[in-house]
């Protein structure tokens, strides 16, 4: 059959990956895998960055039109990043018929983690009841630095930042705007409808505290910062949402550490799967492009491109997502009160008032002259939103200071 | 297009999984993903039991070749269990130009962990590196005990058997031998060639005492029986074995308890991906095997049913496998050596003259009147077979009693 020829726009980081990978692996692909793919033609602006790669025989450009106007390309793989141009050129390249690979897909959910994959292919057989990511580096890598070191939020942002494990501006990676995109992407594909990222509720690790760290491990938990998707049967509204969780150090998320992205998938028929990887990185993520080229390579090869139809949500078709109303769960809760006769009677009133049970109360010791102490509570399962009014209503006290630490619970 | 008709031989605990799973699946199966399977036949010797399953329309049967000889029936799935009337069920199938699903395939190895599929679509760009595989349910539930109670190994065994996670006759587990006729399989899928089983060396968890359990934890480690895989880049010979492994408790392997299986892939470019999931039961592996029937449906309505080619190894293509005198590892070592001086340095002198380096030695006191005392050594790496040698020739002499214990260390 004719060489499946294939175009790359954008040699970045990821980009470059791809390149080494077609360098190293073409001649396996061609020969043992009998997949014709050869890397045609590559662009960057940034030409001579392309001659230190090992593009062998693809004919390079600084101009993304001459791989999309070029009719022997295939595949055109896009990896501009951004959004302006990176939409144009994939639009374009779909409008002159070839066939597209960008960071959405595989590689847009964790890297080099078959997620994608896993949710499409090997559980076709299972409603998928439950999700839940740690899919955000950064994120991971500082509470986990927080929680081996029991240092503060600010001093182990800044050191991530000089270690490269933080961009200059995180705020998209700790105010779990990313987690966020991420979770959407996987509530869409799993649920079959558009699921808007506006809607989703996210909070991200910002507030966490050294305290909070140590009570997490007091009471035998691990803070993460968790992707949650649930549904219940029969309901038609999805939980999704972003929030640090206290995760039971028995659970096999509380293991994954430091950079490592994980996502745990559960089905009704195959129970939970994790998948654990690096998430992010040039040849991880090149990994999952360079898989995505091989399925499309074989798609073209056995004759029909839409093996696997894509969907596409219209915005009609969206995702109904739960407010905090119809949100359960266990929480765990710090306030800030005066140490004196009473203030116990009283916090344990405004949830019962509620309905709300009481799982687990820590009231510490004043000491050093701090008329202030703490009073760490965990729930049994409530509502969000009861729960939130119980928290006001004390907060409304007059022994009560500060703001109040809330962090759902997962056992 | 036509109807895809499928016909299943066995209704055991898999083949029952894949007939609820069918049952509820199918509708979403054939309007959403537009594949128009059908579950048509179905046959068991227990006639009754099949009329208990929710079978739908199927055509109910006692005769495998019922299911074989219908001309409608395009894909066969076997899943009769044994040896030799199944693989004459699977022959019989495939001359009739069935195709045919099995347990080898995806459901082969670590139920419904996608493991299979991982390897050749997700990391199709990668060489992989090594692979570490915790896939014995049995073994690591009787080890994950062992170290959350201080137990020794036969009590152990006993109160699996009693709860029904060992079989009442445990050797094909708990002596490693499943665990290495998995590890063989992926070692043929990874390195494109044979891998003979009997040539992998493969040792159980039998030997594994409560006293080594307690020296893993005070070093930091947890003991996991193990399946390795691993080739360094430009060697032409494999490591794979089976046999108990000292890991890290920082290792993401150290933290899958239970009867939860593990894979543990590495690849060149992706780096590590771990897959973890039931690797056994009734609903996972049904999964897989579901998995698997919506691969197939997807090649033939795409017209090309050979998509991902299958590899048959001719037993001349034959994976060179590393024997000890190639083996290179960490060891733990466990001596049971007279209360006297000189001792130690008698055992040391063993390892210097073999160049192996000791990375740290635990001498106990002795007490309770007893004169043997344990000497625990932890090895720098060193080639198995001189680490033997070592052992062996302490055991010659007359300060050491029984046999000494040697566990692998992975970091």
Redesign the interface.
Known sequence: MADIKIGLIGAGTVGS?VV??MA??TTF?RE???LPVSLARVADKDLEKLKTLPVGDAILSNDAADVINDPEINVVIELIGGYTFAKEVVLNALKKGKHVITVHF?AAVG????SI??IR???????VLSVYTIINGTCNYILTEMTEKGAAFDPTLKEAQRLGFAEANPALDIEGGDTGHKTAIIASLIY?GYCDYDKVPVRGITEITADDIISAKDLGYTIKLLGVIKRKEGEESVDVRVNPVMVHN?H?L????GV?NAVLLE????????????GA?E??T???V??D???VA??I????TN???MHFYSLENELKIKGIEEIESRFYLRFLVDDKPGVLADIAEEFGDRNISIASVMHKEAHDGNDHVPVIITTDMAIEKDLRDAVAAIEAKAFTHGKTQIIHIED
Do not use: C, H, W
């Open positions: 990956g080494k990978i190293k692996q692909f043992q895998l009998g595989e890297g080099g983690m078959p994959k896993t292919e090997a559980m076709i057989g299972n409603d079959d028995d096999i509380a293991s994954v550490n490592f089905g009704d028929a195959v129970g939970p799967i994790l998948l654990y990887g690096a990185g040849m991880p090149a990994s999952a360079v898989s080229i091989i399925d074989r798609n090869k056995s004759g029909d093996r696997i139809p």
